[in-house]
């Protein structure tokens, strides 16, 4: 699909005054199975972010874990809750999973690990250690009651001042030798549909462009590079202890012929191609 034509898709259902009632119409009478592709990059977010956590000396066992943006699909929780967390705190900004969705996860997860005998007992998520926050406020969480806090592919939909204010509410919830792994999708999504176009097309859209798409589709990204979120981690009370970047050779190959706007324009090549990031913090 054009990168457009979803940008027209996306506005117009999301304008929709009785969108919701029609999403939850069509669930219950067709269910809404996942896509398996997305479900298999997840489990991937999921492996890379627990082994970040590892190498920061910390257990998933028996850890209070808040998940920052849980979408509709509940995977990485119910994958913590099989690993042994103590309880695992979803969010998001709006309700979006519901009985259906978490049956659906549950459906695929069981054929995805079809040997695990936790995996096969899930019934129910009352069942799990899962408390859902939507709309989340940290104010509802207590202080020194979180040990670990991570996102996957979450922060780049949140604008810059957006993410200084929920890391600085979160600070004081978190355990003195807790910490953060988040995990960062830096590439245009549009990409992820329409081939076409490169991975940092977006960076070639004036500031004024790039707001009214945000405006229209309600999920745009923030366009902050790798680089850019070490200060705002630095600024709201955390050390960044260690990074990964993955850098897209093709994105450094047609760097020269791509129109970017300021200021990227003025970054250095291996910013702008990094695509994806793991930030792994603790509390300074």
Not at 104 to 118: H, Q
């Amino acid at each position: 699909m054009r990168w457009r034509t979803l940008v027209v898709r996306k506005a117009i259902i999301g304008r929709l005054p009785f969108a919701d009632k029609l999403r939850a119409i069509k669930r219950r009478a067709f269910g809404y199975p996942p896509n398996a592709k997305h479900l298999e990059l997840t489990i991937k977010c999921y492996e890379r972010i627990t082994l970040a956590i590892e190498n920061l000396g910390m257990s998933i066992h028996d850890s209070v874990i808040l998940e920052i943006g849980s979408g509709w699909f509940p995977t990485i929780p119910i994958l913590f809750a099989r690993d042994g967390a103590r309880n695992i705190i979803m969010s998001d900004l709006n309700i979006h999973m519901d009985k259906i969705t978490f049956r659906e996860t549950a459906a695929y997860l069981k054929k995805r690990f079809s040997d695990n005998e936790y995996i096969q007992s899930i019934t129910d998520v009352s069942a799990l250690p899962i408390e859902y926050y939507a709309p989340f406020n940290a104010s509802r969480l207590s202080d020194k009651s979180v040990d670990i806090v991570v996102s996957s592919m979450v922060l780049e939909h949140i604008p810059r001042s957006d993410i200084y204010n929920l890391f600085s509410s979160l600070r004081p919830k978190i355990v003195d030798d807790g910490c953060m792994v988040h995990l960062v999708d830096h590439s245009d999504h549009f990409e992820h549909y329409d081939k076409s176009i490169s991975r940092i097309h977006f960076l070639t859209w004036s500031e004024e462009k790039h707001a009214v798409i945000n405006f229209l589709i309600k999920d745009g990204e923030n366009r902050m590079r790798h680089h850019e979120y070490q200060q705002i981690f630095s600024d709201s009370g955390y050390e960044v202890i260690n990074e990964e970047t993955d850098l897209d050779n093709r994105t450094l190959e047609i760097l020269g012929t791509l129109d970017l706007v300021y200021p990227y324009s003025k970054m250095q090549p291996e910013q702008l191609a990094v695509v994806t990031s793991i930030y792994s913090c603790k509390p300074a």
